[in-house]
């Protein structure tokens, strides 16, 4: 059977040249095989070599560029749209705060008197419309966050790509 050994480049790095050392190694067998970790006194043979007991084994450099994101300023047009956008939402809400205001002073006033209503259920009522407008207050305050984020974005220096095996 034939198995397929990764090994960290900082590990394969701290290996020292003929004496064995204790390190974590990955393997899966060639076939599709279950990935398993083992622990193996390991020694660097040659420059890409590493000899697992009486076995030498040739490695295979893969080396990859690590992403670094970055953040930077909105460009004035996107600011201006997302600024647009936060007016509109606020519009919405408000009016969706005045609708509800407007239900409860004068539909729901006299809902606790009226005889066709359960007092329980005059309850749940306004127990509803107070999650509401909480929800509503909620969402308020998740759009001032985010627009004092987008607002106060400081560029960020471009970062070097750096490899990563």
Known sequence: MSYIYYIKSKNFNS?????????????????????QYGEYLVS??????IKIGKSTYELKAHEEQAEKLSTRKPHPVVL???????????EAIQKEVATLDRYVNEDLKSIRTNMFVDPEY??????KLAAIRKELAGLDLEIDKLKDKYENVADEPKPEATPET
């Open 44 to 49: 660097k043979a040659d420059s890409y070599q």
């Open 122 to 127: 005059a309850n749940v009522v306004e127990t």
């Open 80 to 90: 201006k749209a997302w600024n647009d956008r936060v007016v509109n939402i606020r």
């Open 15 to 35: 290996l020292p040249t003929g004496m064995p050392k204790k390190v974590g190694i990955l393997y899966e067998n060639g076939y599709g095989g279950i990935s």
